[in-house]
């Protein structure tokens, strides 16, 4: 491994507030109520001086994810307003459920029974702030160097599913109720299960040796604060962030991991004491191990894009039997569930193309996936990457929510039976594949 310390790279980084506004939709039949902590996008452009590409912009969201349309748009309007290439922007969503999505086809579904999800003025509003953010970025970039590392985190993600003797499994969501004992003892007793028990830090520093920005990757459902439908927080990412910047100086940038199957219940009781003790387990170990980040090589930097076509469930509905019980599900939740599941039978060539990246810096690189990874991919591109340092992350398009692997179909639970999931078995599989190949140069 050839290490540097020399000033490689350009990186600019900018953030904008996006909290909704009192009275805006957040879930059909919930309006937000309060803003807890603001919520904001934040955009890193990284470029590589005198290099044969140009910059790539890197975008996060304090919200729930991006749909495709949502997605094009943001993408478009930050392309305009910098310049930078389209296929070299891309946008990840925390998944944070105190905060809509960015689910343009749900509403205009949902539109035909008068049922709000999101404020699309407040998804235009993003667009915009993205598009101003990204334009700072490219504005203010300077020379930085790019270090990396990993640090275990505790306290925080255990996987949904709890196997026990035989078939059984026991499903553990975003929080407990401590009322409830029967429900507390559920999700707080059992193992862990499969996780990624590290955050994956990739530090870029300035000529004055402060982080220009600080991106953490880490697989986790961001949903350990109980306010969704009225309350909009962060959560524990918002707060590890806050540490982050006031202990190093620098900005953080939390980037979702593949935890579609990865969740905080065995840790929440869905209180604020429980997202202050996450953000502080999370922020706290970063700033521990930033001391023993490694400095890389970083140029030449090089990005590619490709699609990966993927096999739906075969026992989708069809478009007409959606719209029919979308028409008339007497919930209103169901409606949401039917309007999501039919824009992908509607244009079915296309919500299984998926669009997959990296972007490959010497020492490290970073692989960019759709919809609700499972941590299986993320362990598995890793675990092959002939990079030493290889950041994996999901929520890059929603429009496929759950992508489960194998062994989340052999165990059943909603995430790989239920209205959230429309992909074939080995879908996950394929996708990790196509990623790892790509990284050897398709010669494996």
Request: proline fraction near 5%; glycine fraction near 10%.
């Amino acid at each position: 491994m050839i290490h540097s310390n020399s000033m490689d790279l350009l990186v600019g980084y900018a953030r904008r507030d996006i909290s909704p506004s009192i009275g805006d939709p957040h879930m059909i039949g919930c309006t937000i109520e309060r803003i807890l902590k603001p919520v904001y996008v934040r955009v890193i452009c990284i470029e590589e001086p005198n290099g044969d590409e140009g910059p790539f912009l890197l975008a996060m969201a304090d919200h729930a994810g991006f749909d495709k349309i949502s997605d094009r748009l943001a993408r478009e309007a930050m392309a305009k307003a910098t310049g930078v290439e389209f296929e070299r922007i891309r946008i990840n969503g925390s998944h944070n459920h105190t905060c809509p999505e960015a689910s343009r086809a749900d509403q205009q579904l949902l539109d035909e029974r008068g049922l709000k999800h999101v404020s699309v003025q407040w998804l235009n509003t993003v667009d915009g702030l993205l598009a101003d953010a990204a334009r700072e970025a490219v504005r203010c970039k300077r020379p930085a160097s790019a270090w990396c590392g990993s640090t275990p985190v505790h306290g925080i993600a255990a996987n949904r599913v709890i196997k026990h003797p035989g078939d059984d499994a026991t499903m553990r969501l975003g929080a407990y109720r401590p009322d409830d004992a029967q429900m507390k003892s559920s999700y707080t007793e059992g193992a862990l299960g499969l996780i990624d028990p590290d955050a994956h830090v990739l530090c870029f520093k300035g000529e004055d040796g402060r982080p220009i920005a600080t991106v953490v990757n880490y697989a986790c459902h961001v949903t350990a604060l109980g306010t969704r439908g009225w309350g909009v927080h962060p959560d524990f990412p918002g707060i590890a962030m806050d540490i982050i910047e006031a202990e190093t100086g620098g900005p953080g940038f939390f980037l979702q991991g593949c935890g579609g199957n990865v969740g905080t219940g065995k840790f929440s009781d869905g209180s604020m004491e429980a997202v202050e003790r996450m953000g502080q387990s999370l922020g706290g170990s970063v700033v521990a191990a930033m001391d023993a980040l490694k400095p890389c090589a970083s140029a030449p930097l090089h990005f590619t894009s490709w699609q990966e076509r993927i096999a739906l469930r075969e026992d989708l509905p069809s478009a007409d039997q959606l719209h029919e019980q979308m028409m008339q599900a007497s919930a209103n939740s169901l409606a949401w569930q039917e309007a999501s599941m039919l824009r992908v039978v509607s244009d079915p060539e296309a919500a299984r193309t998926c669009d997959l990246f990296l972007l490959e810096a010497g020492d490290w690189c970073l692989a960019g996936m759709p919809g609700e990874s499972f941590v299986e991919q993320q362990l598995a591109i890793r675990g092959a990457s002939p990079k030493p340092f290889s950041f994996v992350a999901g929520y890059f398009d929603m429009t496929l929510w759950y992508i489960p692997s194998y062994d989340r179909i052999r165990s059943g639970g909603y995430e790989a039976t239920g209205n959230w999931n429309y992909t074939a078995p080995g879908a996950c599989e394929q996708l990790s594949a196509s990623v790892i190949r790509r990284l050897w140069g398709n010669k494996c």
